[in-house]
C-alpha cells in the first residue's frame, strides 16, 4: 500500500520563500561595531536575494558551480546563504581564520568560481589570491579598500544593476546546497557537503520544542561565525520561524558584544563556551543587562558547570550545552534536562554533553567497533547517523572516519538508555596513565570551577613511569595568586585522587583553534619544545 500524500522537495528555496512572504516585516539588523545597526525586513532581504541570484547568472553560474564567501556575521552574508542555494548553486562558506596554505587548498579542492569577500577581509584574500585557480570574480561588499586584490567587482553596484525578481528553480532536495571544510588539527580539511534535504530537516529540528524552539517572538543573536558549519544552522532556522536575526559582524569581543545586545535585545543564541565565558568576566567590572535572553546554548567544546551556575545565578538565564561536528550539520544532541528533574538537579543535566535530538542514530563502540551497551557506564567512541549527517568527505576518501553506514566521531564517552550522552573526551586528547583513562573535559572543568580560574587546558604529556600523566595549563583572573598547589588542594575530593596533576603551567591565554575550541596540539607541541615554564607538585 503506497501513501497518498504529495511529494514536495525539502529545499532552501522553501525557506526562502516562507520568511519572505509570511514574516516579511522581520528584522536583520546588522552591528557597526559601535552604536549603530543597519536594519532590512525579511522582504527586502528576499528581494536582494533574487538580485544576487540574477547578478550570479549574469556571472556565469549556471549550474552547481561553488559560490565562495569569505565574510563574516551579516546581512550580505545572509543574502549569499539564501540565494545561492536558491539558484541551484553551491554556498562555500570560507574561514577567514585559516592559514593561507589551508585557504588556498580548500578554495582549489571545492573549485570556488565567484568569492564574495567583506571589504574587512579583503586584505586576507589578497595574499592568496594569485594562488586561487578556478576562481574568476572577485566581488567585494562594502566600500572599503580592495588593494591587492586587481580588478574586482562590487557587491551592491552588481544588485543595482537588475531590475529585481528572479525565476527560482526547481530543485532536487538531495542536491548540494553548501559546503563547509572541517577545522582539522592535522593534514588538510575535509569538505563537508550539505543537501537541501538535510539544512531544511534540520532547521526543523532546531525549531523543534524540545530543542531551540525557536518562534517568531524571537530575537536571534547570531554569535557562531557563519563560515563555520552554517552557523550552527541558525540563520535558516530563526528565517523560517520568522524570528528576528542580529549579526555582530566580526565584533564578538566583550565590549561590542555587550553594546550590541543593550542595542537590540535578544532573546536566544548560540555561541562557544569562551564567548560567554569572556562576557561573564566582562560583566563583573562593567553594566551588563542580559534580561532579554530567555535561552543560551553553548557547544563546540564542553561547558563547564560552573559557567551553566553562574548564568544562572548571576542573569537567570538558562545555558544548555549542544553537540555537534561540522560533519553532523551540527545538531545532535542538547541538554535539556528529563521530565521530573528536580530543580536543585536541572544544572547538572545541563552541564551534561546531552539528549540526542529526534532524527540522529547514536551508538558507543568499543575499538574492535562492537556496539556496546547504552547503560550510562560502557565507554567507547561515539558514531551517529540520521538524515543531517554526513556519509562522506567531498572529493577525499577517508575510509578510517566511517564504520558501517556511520560517521565516527572522534569523541569518547557513555550513551545510557534514555539517549543522553556524556563525552569524557576526544579521543587524541583522552590521557591513559598506568593504562587506566584520565578525563582532560572532566579535569578541566572542574578546575574553571574555581573562582581563580579563568581558563584551563588538560593535556597529557609523556612520564617515565606512569606512560602519560596529566598537564594543567591554567590562565589566572588578575590579581589571583592560585598557585599549582591551591589549586591541586581544590581538585581534591572532587575528581579521582590519581587524576590530579603534578605537573602545572600559567599561560596568559589558552590558545584556540579558528572556531574558538582550545588547540591542545599547540600546547603538547609548546611542552615538548620546552617553552612552558612548568611547576612540578613536590613529592609527585
Given at each position: 500500500m503506497r501513501s497518498t500524500m504529495g511529494e514536495g522537495p525539502l529545499t532552501i528555496t522553501d525557506i526562502l520563500r516562507r520568511g519572505q512572504e509570511y514574516f516579511g516585516?522581520?528584522?536583520?539588523?546588522?552591528?557597526?561595531?559601535a552604536s549603530g545597526v543597519a536594519t532590512a525586513t525579511f522582504a527586502e532581504v528576499g528581494a536582494r536575494a533574487e538580485r544576487l541570484a540574477a547578478a550570479l547568472r549574469r556571472l556565469g553560474i549556471d549550474g552547481d558551480q561553488r559560490v565562495a564567501t569569505f565574510a563574516f556575521n551579516n546581512q550580505t552574508h545572509l543574502e549569499a546563504y539564501l540565494a545561492v542555494p536558491a539558484m541551484g548553486a553551491v554556498l562555500h562558506t570560507l574561514?577567514?581564520?585559516?592559514?593561507?596554505?589551508?585557504?588556498v587548498y580548500v578554495v582549489n579542492h571545492a573549485e570556488d568560481r565567484v568569492v564574495l569577500v567583506d571589504a574587512a577581509a579583503a586584505p586576507l584574500l589578497a595574499r592568496v589570491l594569485p594562488e586561487l585557480r578556478t576562481v574568476e570574480h572577485v566581488v567585494v561588499v562594502g566600500d572599503g579598500e580592495a588593494d591587492g586584490l586587481g580588478e574586482v567587482l562590487r557587491y551592491e553596484e552588481l544588485l543595482a544593476a537588475d531590475d529585481g525578481g528572479f525565476a527560482w528553480p526547481d530543485l532536487d532536495e538531495r542536491s548540494a546546497a553548501a559546503m563547509c571544510y572541517t577545522?582539522?588539527?592535522?593534514?588538510?580539511?575535509k569538505g563537508v557537503v550539505y543537501s537541501h534535504r538535510s539544512t531544511w530537516l534540520h532547521a526543523m529540528a532546531v525549531n523543534a520544542a524540545a530543542n531551540v524552539g525557536c518562534t517568531e517572538e524571537d530575537r536571534a543573536l547570531v554569535v557562531v561565525p557563519m563560515f563555520h558549519a552554517n552557523a550552527w544552522g541558525m540563520p535558516y532556522s530563526a528565517w523560517a520561524a520568522g524570528a528576528d536575526l542580529i549579526f555582530p559582524q566580526r565584533f564578538l569581543q566583550p565590549e561590542p558584544l555587550a553594546r550590541l545586545i543593550s542595542l537590540t535585545?535578544?532573546?536566544?543564541?548560540?555561541?562557544?563556551?569562551?564567548?560567554?565565558?569572556?562576557?561573564?568576566?566582562?560583566?563583573?567590572s562593567h553594566e551588563l543587562d542580559l534580561s532579554s535572553f530567555r535561552l543560551l546554548t553553548g557547544g563546540g567544546a564542553a561547558v563547564p558547570r560552573a559557567l551553566v551556575d553562574a548564568y544562572e545565578d548571576?542573569?537567570?538565564?538558562?545555558?544548555?550545552?549542544g553537540w555537534g561536528m561540522t560533519e553532523t550539520s551540527p545538531v545532535c544532541a542538547l541538554s535539556r534536562p528529563p521530565r521530573g528533574t528536580a530543580p536543585e538537579e536541572a544544572r547538572a543535566w545541563r552541564a551534561r554533553t546531552g539528549r540526542v535530538v529526534a532524527g540522529v542514530q547514536m551508538r558507543v563502540v568499543d575499538d574492535e567497533g562492537r556496539e556496546l551497551p547504552k547503560d550510562g557506564k560502557a565507554l567507547g567512541e561515539f558514531e551517529v547517523r540520521g538524515p543531517w549527517?554526513?556519509?562522506?568527505?567531498?572529493?577525499?576518501?577517508?575510509?578510517?572516519?566511517?564504520?558501517?553506514?556511520?560517521?565516527r566521531t572522534g569523541d569518547v564517552g557513555t550513551l545510557d538508555e534514555h539517549g543522553f550522552m556524556q563525552i569524557s573526551?576526544?579521543?587524541?586528547d583522552v590521557i591513559k596513565s598506568g593504562g587506566e583513562w584520565i578525563s582532560s573535559v572532566e579535569l578541566e572543568n572542574t578546575l574553571m570551577a574555581n573562582p581563580d580560574v579563568v581558563e584551563a587546558a588538560v593535556v597529557g604529556v609523556p612520564d617515565d613511569r606512569w606512560d602519560e600523566r596529566p598537564l594543567a595549563c591554567v590562565v589566572l583572573r588578575e590579581g589571583a595568586a592560585a598557585g599549582?598547589?591551591?589549586?591541586?588542594?581544590?581538585?581534591?575530593?572532587?575528581?579521582?585522587?590519581?587524576?590530579?596533576?603534578?605537573?602545572?603551567?600559567?599561560?596568559?591565554?589558552?590558545p584556540k583553534t579558528s572556531v574558538g575550541k582550545f588547540d591542545k596540539k599547540v600546547l603538547r607541541a609548546r611542552y615538548a619544545k620546552g617553552e612552558l615554564e612548568v611547576e612540578r607538585l613536590p613529592g609527585k
Amino acid at each position: 500500500m503506497r501513501s497518498t500524500m504529495g511529494e514536495g522537495p525539502l529545499t532552501i528555496t522553501d525557506i526562502l520563500r516562507r520568511g519572505q512572504e509570511y514574516f516579511g516585516e522581520s528584522v536583520v539588523s546588522t552591528f557597526d561595531g559601535a552604536s549603530g545597526v543597519a536594519t532590512a525586513t525579511f522582504a527586502e532581504v528576499g528581494a536582494r536575494a533574487e538580485r544576487l541570484a540574477a547578478a550570479l547568472r549574469r556571472l556565469g553560474i549556471d549550474g552547481d558551480q561553488r559560490v565562495a564567501t569569505f565574510a563574516f556575521n551579516n546581512q550580505t552574508h545572509l543574502e549569499a546563504y539564501l540565494a545561492v542555494p536558491a539558484m541551484g548553486a553551491v554556498l562555500h562558506t570560507l574561514n577567514v581564520r585559516l592559514f593561507p596554505e589551508q585557504l588556498v587548498y580548500v578554495v582549489n579542492h571545492a573549485e570556488d568560481r565567484v568569492v564574495l569577500v567583506d571589504a574587512a577581509a579583503a586584505p586576507l584574500l589578497a595574499r592568496v589570491l594569485p594562488e586561487l585557480r578556478t576562481v574568476e570574480h572577485v566581488v567585494v561588499v562594502g566600500d572599503g579598500e580592495a588593494d591587492g586584490l586587481g580588478e574586482v567587482l562590487r557587491y551592491e553596484e552588481l544588485l543595482a544593476a537588475d531590475d529585481g525578481g528572479f525565476a527560482w528553480p526547481d530543485l532536487d532536495e538531495r542536491s548540494a546546497a553548501a559546503m563547509c571544510y572541517t577545522s582539522g588539527t592535522t593534514g588538510n580539511p575535509k569538505g563537508v557537503v550539505y543537501s537541501h534535504r538535510s539544512t531544511w530537516l534540520h532547521a526543523m529540528a532546531v525549531n523543534a520544542a524540545a530543542n531551540v524552539g525557536c518562534t517568531e517572538e524571537d530575537r536571534a543573536l547570531v554569535v557562531v561565525p557563519m563560515f563555520h558549519a552554517n552557523a550552527w544552522g541558525m540563520p535558516y532556522s530563526a528565517w523560517a520561524a520568522g524570528a528576528d536575526l542580529i549579526f555582530p559582524q566580526r565584533f564578538l569581543q566583550p565590549e561590542p558584544l555587550a553594546r550590541l545586545i543593550s542595542l537590540t535585545r535578544p532573546t536566544i543564541s548560540a555561541g562557544v563556551p569562551t564567548v560567554w565565558n569572556d562576557l561573564l568576566h566582562y560583566s563583573e567590572s562593567h553594566e551588563l543587562d542580559l534580561s532579554s535572553f530567555r535561552l543560551l546554548t553553548g557547544g563546540g567544546a564542553a561547558v563547564p558547570r560552573a559557567l551553566v551556575d553562574a548564568y544562572e545565578d548571576r542573569f537567570g538565564i538558562m545555558l544548555l550545552q549542544g553537540w555537534g561536528m561540522t560533519e553532523t550539520s551540527p545538531v545532535c544532541a542538547l541538554s535539556r534536562p528529563p521530565r521530573g528533574t528536580a530543580p536543585e538537579e536541572a544544572r547538572a543535566w545541563r552541564a551534561r554533553t546531552g539528549r540526542v535530538v529526534a532524527g540522529v542514530q547514536m551508538r558507543v563502540v568499543d575499538d574492535e567497533g562492537r556496539e556496546l551497551p547504552k547503560d550510562g557506564k560502557a565507554l567507547g567512541e561515539f558514531e551517529v547517523r540520521g538524515p543531517w549527517i554526513t556519509a562522506s568527505y567531498y572529493g577525499d576518501e577517508d575510509p578510517s572516519r566511517f564504520h558501517d553506514g556511520w560517521l565516527r566521531t572522534g569523541d569518547v564517552g557513555t550513551l545510557d538508555e534514555h539517549g543522553f550522552m556524556q563525552i569524557s573526551d576526544r579521543s587524541k586528547d583522552v590521557i591513559k596513565s598506568g593504562g587506566e583513562w584520565i578525563s582532560s573535559v572532566e579535569l578541566e572543568n572542574t578546575l574553571m570551577a574555581n573562582p581563580d580560574v579563568v581558563e584551563a587546558a588538560v593535556v597529557g604529556v609523556p612520564d617515565d613511569r606512569w606512560d602519560e600523566r596529566p598537564l594543567a595549563c591554567v590562565v589566572l583572573r588578575e590579581g589571583a595568586a592560585a598557585g599549582p598547589s591551591d589549586l591541586a588542594a581544590f581538585l581534591a575530593g572532587k575528581v579521582a585522587s590519581w587524576w590530579v596533576p603534578e605537573r602545572w603551567a600559567r599561560v596568559e591565554e589558552v590558545p584556540k583553534t579558528s572556531v574558538g575550541k582550545f588547540d591542545k596540539k599547540v600546547l603538547r607541541a609548546r611542552y615538548a619544545k620546552g617553552e612552558l615554564e612548568v611547576e612540578r607538585l613536590p613529592g609527585k
